[in-house]
C-alpha cells in the first residue's frame, strides 16, 4: 500500500518500508510496520489506543521514536526533490541504436519489427551510412566522452562484415575526437561461428542472445523461415558464446507471452543452461493477438514474479553470479532528480537510426513516419517531437506523479505508452503494474540478502 509519501510491503517475510523521495528503504519490525498506518495523521497517544490491543504501552512508545529519527533525518516522509529542471537543454546524444540490418531469419510472432523489415523494405545498411551515422553520434555528444552504440536488427549478424568496418572505423574516432564507445550487439544467435564470436568476444562491451525459454516456448514464437524450431540450433551456439566470454558482459534476454504465463520456468531453464546472466520481459503487443497480456493475465503473473523471487533467492545462497535484469536494483541512485524522472532518454539523448540513414527516438518507434526526427544528413529537424519526448517524464505523465515507483521507472517506456494509449504521456498500466511487483521482489530479495 501507499500512504503519503512512502510505499510499505510484506514480502519474503520482510515488512519493507520505502520513502519515495529520498529512495531510502527501511526493513522494519511490524510494530513499525502498523503504526505508519496512523503516524501522519494521529497524534500518538491515539495511536497507542488503536494499538493497545496488538502491543503494548513501552513498545509503542519505542517504534514511534525510532520512526521520528528517521523522519529527522530526512529518510522517511522526506521533503518532494527539486524537479523543476531543464532536461538536456544542450541537446547532447549520448547512445545510438545503430539498425545495421532491416532484415532477419526468424518471424517470431510478436516481432515489433514486423519480421525485420520495420514495416518497409527489406535491407542493410552500408558502410558509408553507418560512419556517417557514428560521425554524427561524436558531432552531437558534447562534452560526453563515453558513447553507446548498440548493433541492432533485424539480424545484424546478417551484415557481418560492415559491423566489422565499422567498428575499425569508430575506433579510429576515438582517437581524433577523444571519445570512447562502447559497443554492443544484439544477436538471435542463429549465424553464430567462430569468426563471429571472436570478434564479438573482442570488441564487444556486451551482447545480447536472444532465446524464449523452453523448447516447446521458443519454437512455438520464435520460428526459422521455413516455419521451423530455432531452438536446437541456437542453444548450443549461445553455450559457446557465453563460454569463450568468460567474464565479459552479456545477457540471455527473453519475452514472455500469454503462451507462457509459467515464465519463472524459462528462467530455471535458462539457469539450467548454464545462462547466468538472464532478462525475460513481457510481450506488449495488439491485445487481440491470442499471446498478447491482458487484464485476465495479471495477477497469474505477479504470483509467478514473487515465486520466482524465492526460487531466485534460494539459487543465489550458492551461486551469487546468477542475475535476473528485473530483480537487480541500485538502491544508491544518487540524488540527481533528472536522472531519477526521465529514464531511457529516448528521442533526446537516445536515437535509432535505419538502413537509409533516418533517425528516430528508438528503435521501437522506427517505421512510424509520424516519429521520425530528421536524417543523418540533415540532422534532427523535427525539433518538436524531440521537444516533446524531452517534456516526458514523472512530473508530466498525470498517471506517476502520485506512483511510489515514479523514481524507478521513471515514467516507464514511451513506446509500450503509445502502442497502448496513443500517447507517450499515458503509461501502459498493465506494464506499471508488473514493473512494481518486480520492483518489490528485487528489493524484497536485497534485504533478504
Excluded at 271 to 293: C, H, L, M, Q, W
Excluded at 383 to 394: G, H, P, S, Y
Aim: proline letters at 2%.
Amino acid at each position: 500500500m501507499s500512504k503519503g509519501n512512502i510505499h510499505k510491503f510484506y514480502l519474503n517475510e520482510k515488512y519493507i518500508v520505502l520513502d519515495i523521495n529520498s529512495g531510502s528503504v527501511h526493513v522494519v519490525d511490524k510494530i513499525v510496520y502498523d503504526i505508519l498506518d496512523y503516524y501522519l495523521d494521529h497524534e500518538i497517544d491515539e495511536i497507542i489506543d488503536i494499538l493497545a490491543n496488538e502491543y503494548p504501552r513501552d513498545m509503542i512508545l519505542n517504534a514511534y521514536k525510532e520512526i521520528e529519527l528517521l523522519e529527522n533525518e530526512d529518510l522517511i516522509f522526506s521533503n518532494d526533490l527539486n524537479t523543476n529542471f531543464e532536461y538536456n537543454k544542450e541537446n547532447v546524444i549520448k547512445a545510438m541504436c545503430l539498425h545495421v540490418a532491416h532484415d532477419c531469419n526468424l518471424k517470431c510472432r510478436y516481432c515489433f519489427a514486423s519480421q525485420g523489415n520495420f514495416k518497409g523494405q527489406r535491407q542493410l545498411m552500408d558502410l558509408e551510412t553507418g560512419m556517417r551515422a557514428l560521425d554524427f553520434l561524436v558531432e552531437n555528444s558534447g562534452n560526453r566522452k563515453n558513447l553507446e552504440v548498440d548493433f541492432f536488427g533485424g539480424e545484424p549478424l546478417m551484415n557481418f562484415d560492415v559491423v566489422k568496418d565499422l567498428v575499425a572505423y569508430g575506433r579510429k574516432l576515438e582517437k581524433k575526437s577523444n571519445k570512447h564507445f562502447r559497443f554492443t550487439i544484439t544477436t538471435n544467435a542463429l549465424l553464430l561461428n567462430d569468426e563471429n564470436m571472436n570478434f564479438i568476444n573482442e570488441n564487444m562491451d556486451n551482447v545480447v542472445l536472444s532465446l524464449d525459454g523452453r523448447k516447446s516456448v521458443n519454437d512455438y514464437m520464435r520460428m526459422t523461415l521455413n516455419d521451423g524450431g530455432s531452438y536446437d540450433v541456437i542453444v548450443p551456439k549461445i553455450k559457446e558464446m557465453i563460454e569463450r566470454r568468460k567474464d565479459k558482459d552479456y545477457y540471455v534476454r527473453g519475452t514472455f507471452t500469454s503462451k507462457n504465463l509459467d515464465f519463472s520456468k524459462d528462467c530455471l531453464e535458462y539457469y539450467k543452461n548454464g545462462f547466468k546472466n538472464i532478462s525475460i520481459e513481457p510481450v506488449v503487443t495488439d491485445p487481440k493477438e491470442d499471446y498478447a497480456i491482458r487484464e485476465e493475465h495479471i495477477e497469474t503473473i505477479l504470483k509467478g514474479y514473487e515465486e520466482f523471487s524465492r526460487e531466485y533467492m534460494e539459487l543465489r545462497k550458492n551461486d551469487p553470479e546468477f542475475l535476473f535484469f528485473h530483480f537487480m536494483i541500485d538502491l544508491n541512485q544518487g540524488p540527481c532528480a533528472v536522472k531519477k524522472s526521465v529514464g531511457c532518454g529516448a528521442g533526446s539523448e537516445y536515437i535509432a537510426v535505419t538502413p537509409e540513414g533516418d533517425i528516430f527516438p528508438c528503435h521501437q518507434f522506427v517505421g512510424e513516419e509520424e516519429f521520425k526526427l530528421g536524417t543523418l544528413q540533415t540532422g534532427i529537424t523535427n525539433t518538436k517531437l524531440r521537444d516533446k519526448f524531452k517534456q516526458a517524464n514523472v512530473n508530466t505523465k498525470e498517471k506517476c506523479k502520485t506512483c511510489w515507483a515514479k523514481f524507478y521507472c521513471s515514467g516507464g517506456c514511451h513506446a509500450n505508452a503509445y502502442y497502448s494509449n496513443n500517447n507517450i504521456l499515458e503509461p501502459h498500466e498493465l506494464s506499471c503494474r508488473m514493473e512494481k511487483k518486480r520492483l518489490e521482489c528485487a528489493i524484497s530479495i536485497l534485504a533478504n540478502e
